[in-house]
């Protein structure tokens, strides 16, 4: 990673985020930045608060405390259509897919183009089909049911939508945790390409392996707080393992 990133000002900074869920401080007082073109993993243990982090990032729950910048503008009362509408997409687990419907339908999904009364069906699929074969994501078709397709290839969909969406910063909470090892890699190269492309990525996951193939940058957090953010090609896997677990400081 070249450090083009530290001049430019971050898409996203929050502030000194805090959020209780009754007498649970999940967190504690949080502080980072996201730039486009770069990869951030969060990165802790069960519990330590990642995915309350990218929620309150999303809009779906609300801090207690703290700030949160998008492109330099101060937010008030974010929720997930704001985000969305501010290009902050997230890729959720369950990834929230009609199953029963195509892919083109998904991508679509409350944003269908009209011709007169009706539905651009056709405009619906050339556009998708482009979409897809863009982002490089195979699939049979963009007519077939997306609960036939592997979950790759869904995870794959969930992003078409996502960009579609008008999404610059993607987030994703552990998207290969249901994967075996083509899919996963398949959705790493996916998520690689997407930076490169000029996409903010923010990935939180478990495998730390996967973590330094795609992430420029790692989020160590602990307990409600981040222990250090640092960047993947100065320190080792061990480091990390030390940080998450809190070894470095016995
Ligand atoms: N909706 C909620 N209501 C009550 N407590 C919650 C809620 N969501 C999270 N918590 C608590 O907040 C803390 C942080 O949870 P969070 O889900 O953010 O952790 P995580 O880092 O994503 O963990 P994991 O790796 O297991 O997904 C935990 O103690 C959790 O039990
Ligand atoms: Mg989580």
């Keep these: ?43 802790g243990d069960n519990g330590a608060g990642k995915s309350t982090l ?10 207690d405390h703290g700030e949160i910048w998008i ?38 999904l409350g944003r269908e183009p009209m011709k007169g009364l009706f539905i651009d069906k056709k405009r619906m699929y050339t556009e998708s089909k482009q979409l897809i074969q863009g982002l490089e994501v195979h699939i049979p078709s963009v007519k077939v049911p997306v609960g036939n397709l592997s979950g790759g ?3 794959g969909v969930a992003v078409a939508r996502a960009i579609h969406q008008g999404g610059k910063l993607l987030i994703f909470d552990e998207p290969t945790a ?18 490169e492309d000029g996409y903010g990525i923010i990935i939180i996951s478990h495998n730390l392996q996967q973590v330094f193939q795609i992430a420029h940058k790692v989020c160590v957090m602990r307990q409600g707080r981040i222990v250090d953010i640092v960047k993947t090609d100065e320190l080792n896997m061990n480091d990390i393992v030390s940080m998450i677990t809190g070894a470095a400081d016995i």
């Excluded at 929620?55 to 801090?63: A, L, P």
């Excluded at 199953?99 to 679509?108: G, K, L, Q, S, V």
């Design 54 to 63: 990218i929620k309150i990032i999303s809009g779906v729950f609300t801090q």
């Design 153 to 155: 290839q869904r995870q």
């Design 178 to 195: 249901a994967m075996g090892l083509v899919e996963s890699s398949r959705v790493l190269k996916l998520i690689k390409r997407l930076a």
């Design 71 to 108: 492109n330099g503008e101060k937010q008030e009362n974010l929720n997930p259509k704001v985000c969305l509408s501010k290009g902050i997409s997230t890729v959720y687990q369950d990834l929230a897919l009609v199953n029963t419907r195509d892919a083109a339908y998904n991508i679509f």
């Design 1 to 43: 990673m070249n450090d083009k990133s530290e001049r430019v000002s971050p898409f996203l900074k929050v502030e000194n985020i805090t959020k209780n869920f009754g007498n649970i401080e999940a967190l504690k007082g949080v502080s980072l930045e996201s730039h486009l073109g770069e990869v951030l993993a969060i990165v």
